[in-house]
C-alpha cells in the first residue's frame, strides 16, 4: 500500500471517531431529558452544565474531523 | 468553483485581498483588506448597529429595545449562574464576544449567493477563532494571576487532594488548563468548517446530478436537496449553539480565575 492511499484510509478511519462522538452527544442530551422529565423544577437550572457536557462530547468528535482533514490535506 | 466541472468544497474558504494586494506587508504580516476583514467589519458594524437602536432606556421597552435587553439579560444570567456576583464585569466582554460570534456565524449562512454575492464565515478560520480564544484565555491568566497572585497555582491541586497524588494531579490539571485555548478555538472553526462543507458537497450533488440526467436528478438530486433544507435549518442551530458554548466555557473559565475551586 502506498503513503498515499494510507492517509485517505487513515482519514476515512478517522470517520468512526465522528460516529462515536454522535452517540455521546446523543447521550447526554439523552440522559439530560430523563433527569429533566423527573425533575422539572430542577431542569432549567442545570441548562449550563448540559452544555458544558455537550461542549466536551463534540469537542472529541471534532477532533476526529480535524485529524481526517490533516491527513487529506497537510 | 466550477473549475473542470468538478466542485471544491474548500474553494468558499479561500481568502483573498479586496483591496491592496497579497505585497502589503509589515513584518511578513500580509495586511491587505480581504473578504475575512470585510466581513468581520460587516459583523461589528451590524452588532454596533443593533446594540445602538435598542439603547434607547426607555421605561416601557419596544420590541428593538426588547430584543436587546434580551441578549443582555441572557449573558447577565449565565454569568450570574457560572460566576457568581464577581462576574457581573465581565458583561460587557462576554456579550460583544458571544453577540460577534452568533452575528458572524448566522452572516455566514445568508443565502446572498441567489444575489451574487458570496457570504463568508470566517469563524471558519482557526486564525481568527484562535485569537478570540486566546483573549478569552489571557484575561482568565490576568484576572487570576492579579486577584490571586501566586494562590492562583492552587488551581492545579483540588482540595482534598491527598498529598501522595499532588505531582500526578498537578500535571493532569495542568495540562487540561493548557488545551482550553486550543479546544476552544478549535470547537468553533471546525464545526462552522465542517457544515459549510457539508452543505457545499450535498450542493454538488445536486448540480452535478442535474447536470447529468433528469432520472439521475430524481434518484439522487432531490434527496440530496431536501437532505439540503434540513441540514441547513441544523447549521442555524449549530451558529447558535456554538456561539453560546464559547461564551459560556469562557464564563466557566473565569470562574476558575475569580473563585479558584
Given at each position: 500500500m502506498d503513503a498515499e492511499a494510507a492517509k485517505l484510509l487513515g482519514a476515512g478511519f478517522a470517520a468512526i471517531g465522528a460516529g462515536l462522538a454522535s452517540i455521546g452527544v446523543g447521550n447526554v442530551f439523552a440522559k439530560f431529558l430523563e433527569g429533566a422529565l423527573r425533575n422539572p423544577g430542577a431542569a432549567d437550572a442545570q441548562q449550563g452544565r448540559l452544555f458544558i457536557g455537550f461542549a466536551g462530547a463534540e469537542l472529541l468528535g471534532l477532533l476526529s474531523f480535524v485529524i481526517a482533514a490533516l491527513l487529506i490535506f497537510a | 468553483m466550477a473549475a473542470e466541472g468538478k466542485v471544491d468544497p474548500?474553494?468558499?474558504?479561500s481568502i483573498h485581498p479586496l483591496?491592496?494586494?497579497?505585497?502589503?506587508?509589515i513584518a511578513g504580516y500580509n495586511i491587505a483588506f480581504t473578504n475575512s476583514t470585510l466581513w468581520m467589519a460587516i459583523a461589528a458594524l451590524l452588532l454596533f448597529v443593533f446594540v445602538a437602536g435598542g439603547a434607547?432606556?426607555?421605561?416601557?421597552?419596544?420590541r428593538w429595545q426588547m430584543a436587546v435587553e434580551t441578549f443582555t439579560g441572557f449573558v447577565d444570567g449565565m454569568l450570574a449562574a457560572n460566576?457568581?456576583?464577581?462576574?457581573?464585569?465581565y458583561v460587557p466582554y462576554i456579550f460583544s464576544l458571544f453577540m460577534f460570534i452568533l452575528f458572524a456565524n448566522f452572516l455566514g449562512l445568508l443565502p446572498l449567493g441567489v444575489i451574487g454575492l458570496h457570504a463568508f464565515t470566517?469563524?471558519?478560520h482557526f486564525s481568527a477563532t484562535g485569537v478570540l480564544s486566546i483573549l478569552s484565555f489571557s484575561i482568565v491568566i490576568i484576572v487570576g494571576f492579579v486577584k490571586?497572585?501566586?494562590?492562583?497555582?492552587?488551581?492545579?491541586v483540588p482540595h482534598g487532594t491527598p498529598a501522595l497524588m499532588i505531582p500526578a494531579i498537578f500535571v493532569v490539571e495542568l495540562i487540561s488548563f493548557m488545551v482550553r485555548p486550543f479546544s476552544l478555538g478549535l470547537r468553533l472553526f471546525v464545526a462552522m468548517m465542517a457544515g459549510h462543507v457539508l452543505l457545499e458537497v450535498l450542493s454538488s450533488f445536486v448540480i452535478s446530478s442535474g447536470n447529468a440526467s433528469i432520472g439521475l436528478f430524481a434518484i439522487a438530486g432531490l434527496p440530496s436537496f431536501v437532505l439540503m433544507v434540513g441540514i441547513c435549518a441544523l447549521e442555524l442551530l449549530v451558529a447558535g449553539i456554538q456561539a453560546y458554548v464559547f461564551a459560556l466555557l469562557t464564563c466557566v473559565y473565569l470562574n476558575d480565575a475569580e473563585n479558584l475551586h
Open positions: - | 474548500m474553494h468558499q474558504f483591496f491592496g494586494s497579497d505585497s502589503w506587508n434607547k432606556r426607555q421605561l416601557v421597552p419596544g460566576v457568581g456576583p464577581n462576574g457581573k464585569k470566517f469563524t471558519s490571586h497572585k501566586l494562590h492562583f497555582f492552587s488551581l492545579f
